[in-house]
């Protein structure tokens, strides 16, 4: 079991940066990739970012965050980061932090919603231009 705690979101400009935090509970941590999902009023979640499990060395981005986000984690913290810089307003959202069981769904990193198991409540995320 893996209970998931966004923090970071706020109000920004547009270009500025923001960093996302999300802190992990659960003894299983180190054993689930990590991914962040993103949800703007009207549209359907979508993928931003994953990271896979333990050490990172994996890491797969959506084109429209190519070049401006980055994931990384820190097992020994519990806690999967997400750095996003250059926003653009079209990256207002809630930012959701989401981990998935290694082994559970046959993949080393989920690019899909169904791929993940656990989900934190969210963050809000403004980006004014």
């Known amino acids: 079991q893996v209970q998931l705690v966004e923090s970071g979101g706020g109000l920004v400009q547009a270009g500025t940066s923001l960093r996302l935090s999300c802190a992990a509970s659960?003894?299983?941590?180190?054993?689930?990739?990590m991914g962040w999902f993103r949800q703007a009023p009207g549209k359907d979640r979508s993928f931003v970012a994953a990271i896979s499990w333990r050490g990172g060395s994996t890491t797969y981005y959506a084109d429209p965050v190519k070049g401006r986000f980055t994931i990384s984690r820190d097992n020994a913290k519990n806690t999967v980061f997400l750095q996003m810089n250059s926003l653009k307003p079209e990256d207002t959202a809630i930012y959701y932090c989401?981990?998935?069981?290694?082994?559970?769904?046959?993949?080393?990193?989920?690019?899909?919603?169904?791929?993940?198991?656990?989900w934190g409540q969210g963050t809000q995320v403004t980006v004014s231009s």
């Open positions: 659960g003894r299983t941590f180190s054993n689930a990739y």
């Open positions: 989401a981990a998935g069981e290694i082994g559970r769904h046959g993949v080393v990193l989920g690019t899909s919603g169904y791929e993940y198991d656990y």
